[in-house]
C-alpha cells in the first residue's frame, strides 16, 4: 500500500509563495511519475504539474513561470515550489504517484490566497 502525505498549504496574500511537501511511503517503483492536481470550489480537479523520477517535468500554462516541481528520489518526497500566488490559485492541492498503471492520492492540503 502506498501513501501520500502532504504538508505545507496555508493562508497567503496575493503575490505571496508557499512550498508544498508530499512524502510517499510503502511500496511502489522507483520509476514513477509524481504530481500535484488542485481543485477549487465548483471545479474539476485539474493537472498543475508532474515530475518523473528522471526529472522530467510538465506544466499547466496557469502556472509556467510561477511554479517549481521538484523532487528528493532518496526520500521520495516531491515539493512544489509556488511564487506570485494568485487568487485563481485557491484550491485544494493533491500529491498524486504513478506507477505501474496504478496511481494513489494524498489527503489534499488546502492552498487560499488572498486578494
Known amino acids: 500500500q502506498v501513501q501520500l502525505v502532504e504538508s505545507g498549504g496555508g493562508l497567503v496574500q496575493a503575490g505571496g509563495s508557499l512550498r508544498l511537501s508530499c512524502a510517499a511511503s510503502?511500496?511502489?517503483?522507483?520509476?514513477?511519475?509524481m504530481g500535484w492536481y488542485r481543485q477549487a470550489p465548483g471545479k474539476q480537479r485539474e493537472l498543475v504539474a508532474t515530475?518523473?523520477?528522471?526529472?522530467?517535468?510538465n506544466y499547466a500554462d496557469s502556472v509556467t513561470g510561477r511554479f517549481t516541481i521538484s523532487r528528493d528520489n532518496a526520500k521520495n518526497t516531491v515539493y512544489l515550489q509556488m511564487n506570485s500566488l494568485e487568487p485563481e490559485d485557491t484550491a485544494v492541492y493533491y500529491c498524486?504517484?504513478?506507477?505501474?498503471?496504478?496511481?494513489?492520492w494524498g489527503q489534499g492540503t488546502q492552498v487560499t490566497v488572498s486578494s
Open positions: 498524486n504517484l504513478y506507477h505501474g498503471s496504478r496511481e494513489y
Open positions: 510503502g511500496s511502489f517503483f522507483s520509476i514513477n511519475v
Open positions: 515530475i518523473t523520477s528522471f526529472g522530467t517535468t
